[in-house]
């Protein structure tokens, strides 16, 4: 049985490939192409066992499960009295972080990789390609070796000494290309092309998002998150947010889960960026969508090298739109501050995730609200920088 079909959320034309909707292209606007949404109608709750795979029905894609294990990352509920905290970060009433970091290769990359990697096998790809500053490329080639395909991952020499480590001891061929991002995207989008390998990440411009099938595996948090917190309301989810991959399949889960009465309604979504690259920041200024949609800004490097983006994805814009929620630019100094605090806990993440858990902090919020941040990756990698 091969993948389901994918379809233009947008203007509603059925799309072929992993370079999103050509024809909302051509209008200048990325939007990717993702299959329809599950149907929940009578799976118990309670009784989910987490992860992608835990209701292999929610996935597009025939199996059998690529897994190492990946889901069911712990909720962690943080310090919300800082004595040294700004004023524009007053603590919100009750802060919980998801920690993904918790997955097996140590980020929220690895939930989408096990799909990809099983949408790729029943493809019949023998090499998949990940153009990645880091996790995803990790996270990629650790579920490659599981599924014995070759891994062919793209970066640049701004990756850290652990990532690059990591890659190679996975198994992967690691191309690194010394220029912009968008170069290195260039380069996979012609390898793709000519050899015909399976493409896991985003490669085309304007970007639409990550291959949809893989980024299903996403879904799985908002099914945890409601699962963990039954029978309570979540205020807000607070997402670091690039291409909104994660954003957007969060939002697809909590969508599925509203559809089939699971839960009674839709967190706000918030999308947390990296203040030298704010596209999503700059778009919700425009009252007008469509102005939205064509947002540009020029961008910049950020302590939090794994976010930043010139222009928002669509996917990302249709999350927010949908659960009434905003976006949140995070300089580096406040960045780096809540990197300490989270350390002082006993939380070592990466600067990324840091981003979602400072924005989270200047949320404000009725008393007794629920926020939920996500802790994308473990900090580990990038020590020694």
């Known amino acids: 049985m091969p993948p389901a079909p994918l379809r233009c959320p947008r203007c509603g034309r059925a799309a072929n490939g992993f370079t999103g909707c050509p024809s909302c292209a051509r209008d200048g606007v990325g939007v990717n192409t993702p299959p329809p949404l599950a149907d929940l109608t009578g799976l118990d709750l309670a009784a989910?066992?987490?992860?992608?795979?835990?209701?292999?029905?929610?996935?597009?894609?025939?199996?059998?499960?690529?897994?190492?294990?990946?889901?069911?990352?712990?909720?962690v509920r943080l310090r919300t009295t800082l004595a040294d905290a700004p004023q524009q970060l007053a603590p919100v009433s009750e802060l919980w972080l998801k920690y993904e970091g918790g997955n097996p290769t140590g980020s929220h990359k690895d939930r989408a990789m096990s799909v990809g990697v099983a949408a790729a096998l029943a493809a019949g790809a023998d090499t998949v390609a990940a153009a990645s500053s880091g996790n995803a490329g990790a996270a990629a080639a650790a579920y490659a070796a599981r599924a014995g395909l070759r891994c062919v991952v793209f970066t640049t020499d701004a990756v850290p000494a652990g990532l690059r480590a990591q890659i190679d001891a996975l198994g992967a061929e690691r191309v690194v290309h010394r220029g912009s991002t968008a170069e290195r995207n260039a380069a996979m989008a012609a390898a793709v092309a000519e050899h015909g390998w399976y493409p896991l990440t985003s490669f085309s411009a304007p970007s639409p998002g990550g291959n949809p099938y893989a980024n299903e595996g996403y879904k799985s948090v908002a099914h945890e998150l409601a699962r963990d917190f039954a029978g309570r309301r979540i205020d807000a989810v607070v997402v670091p947010t690039s291409r909104a991959?994660?954003?957007?399949?969060?939002?697809?889960?909590?969508?599925?889960?509203?559809?089939?009465?699971?839960?009674?309604?839709?967190?706000?979504?918030?999308?947390?960026?990296?203040?030298?690259a704010a596209p999503f920041t700059a778009a919700l200024r425009h009252a007008d969508r469509a102005e939205q949609e064509r947002t540009r800004v020029a961008g910049g490097p950020s302590v939090a090298f794994s976010l930043g983006e010139q222009r928002p994805c669509w996917q990302g814009l249709d999350a927010l739109w949908r659960t009434g929620g905003t976006a949140v630019a995070v300089d580096d100094e406040v960045t780096m501050a809540e990197y300490r605090r989270l350390a002082a806990e006993g939380l070592l993440l990466e600067p990324s995730s840091a981003v979602a858990v400072a924005a989270a902090r200047g949320l404000a919020t009725e008393p007794d609200a629920v926020v939920v941040a996500i802790g994308t990756a473990t900090g580990m990698k990038g020590l020694g920088r």
């Not at 209701?55 to 690529?66: D, F, K, Q, S």
């Not at 957007?248 to 009465?261: D, K, N, V, W």
């Open 48 to 75: 989910y066992p987490g992860g992608p795979w835990g209701w292999p029905t929610a996935l597009p894609v025939p199996g059998p499960p690529i897994t190492l294990g990946e889901g069911n990352t712990p909720v």
């Open 245 to 276: 991959d994660l954003l957007a399949g969060i939002a697809r889960g909590f969508r599925e889960l509203a559809g089939a009465g699971l839960i009674a309604e839709v967190p706000r979504l918030v999308a947390a960026e990296a203040a030298p």
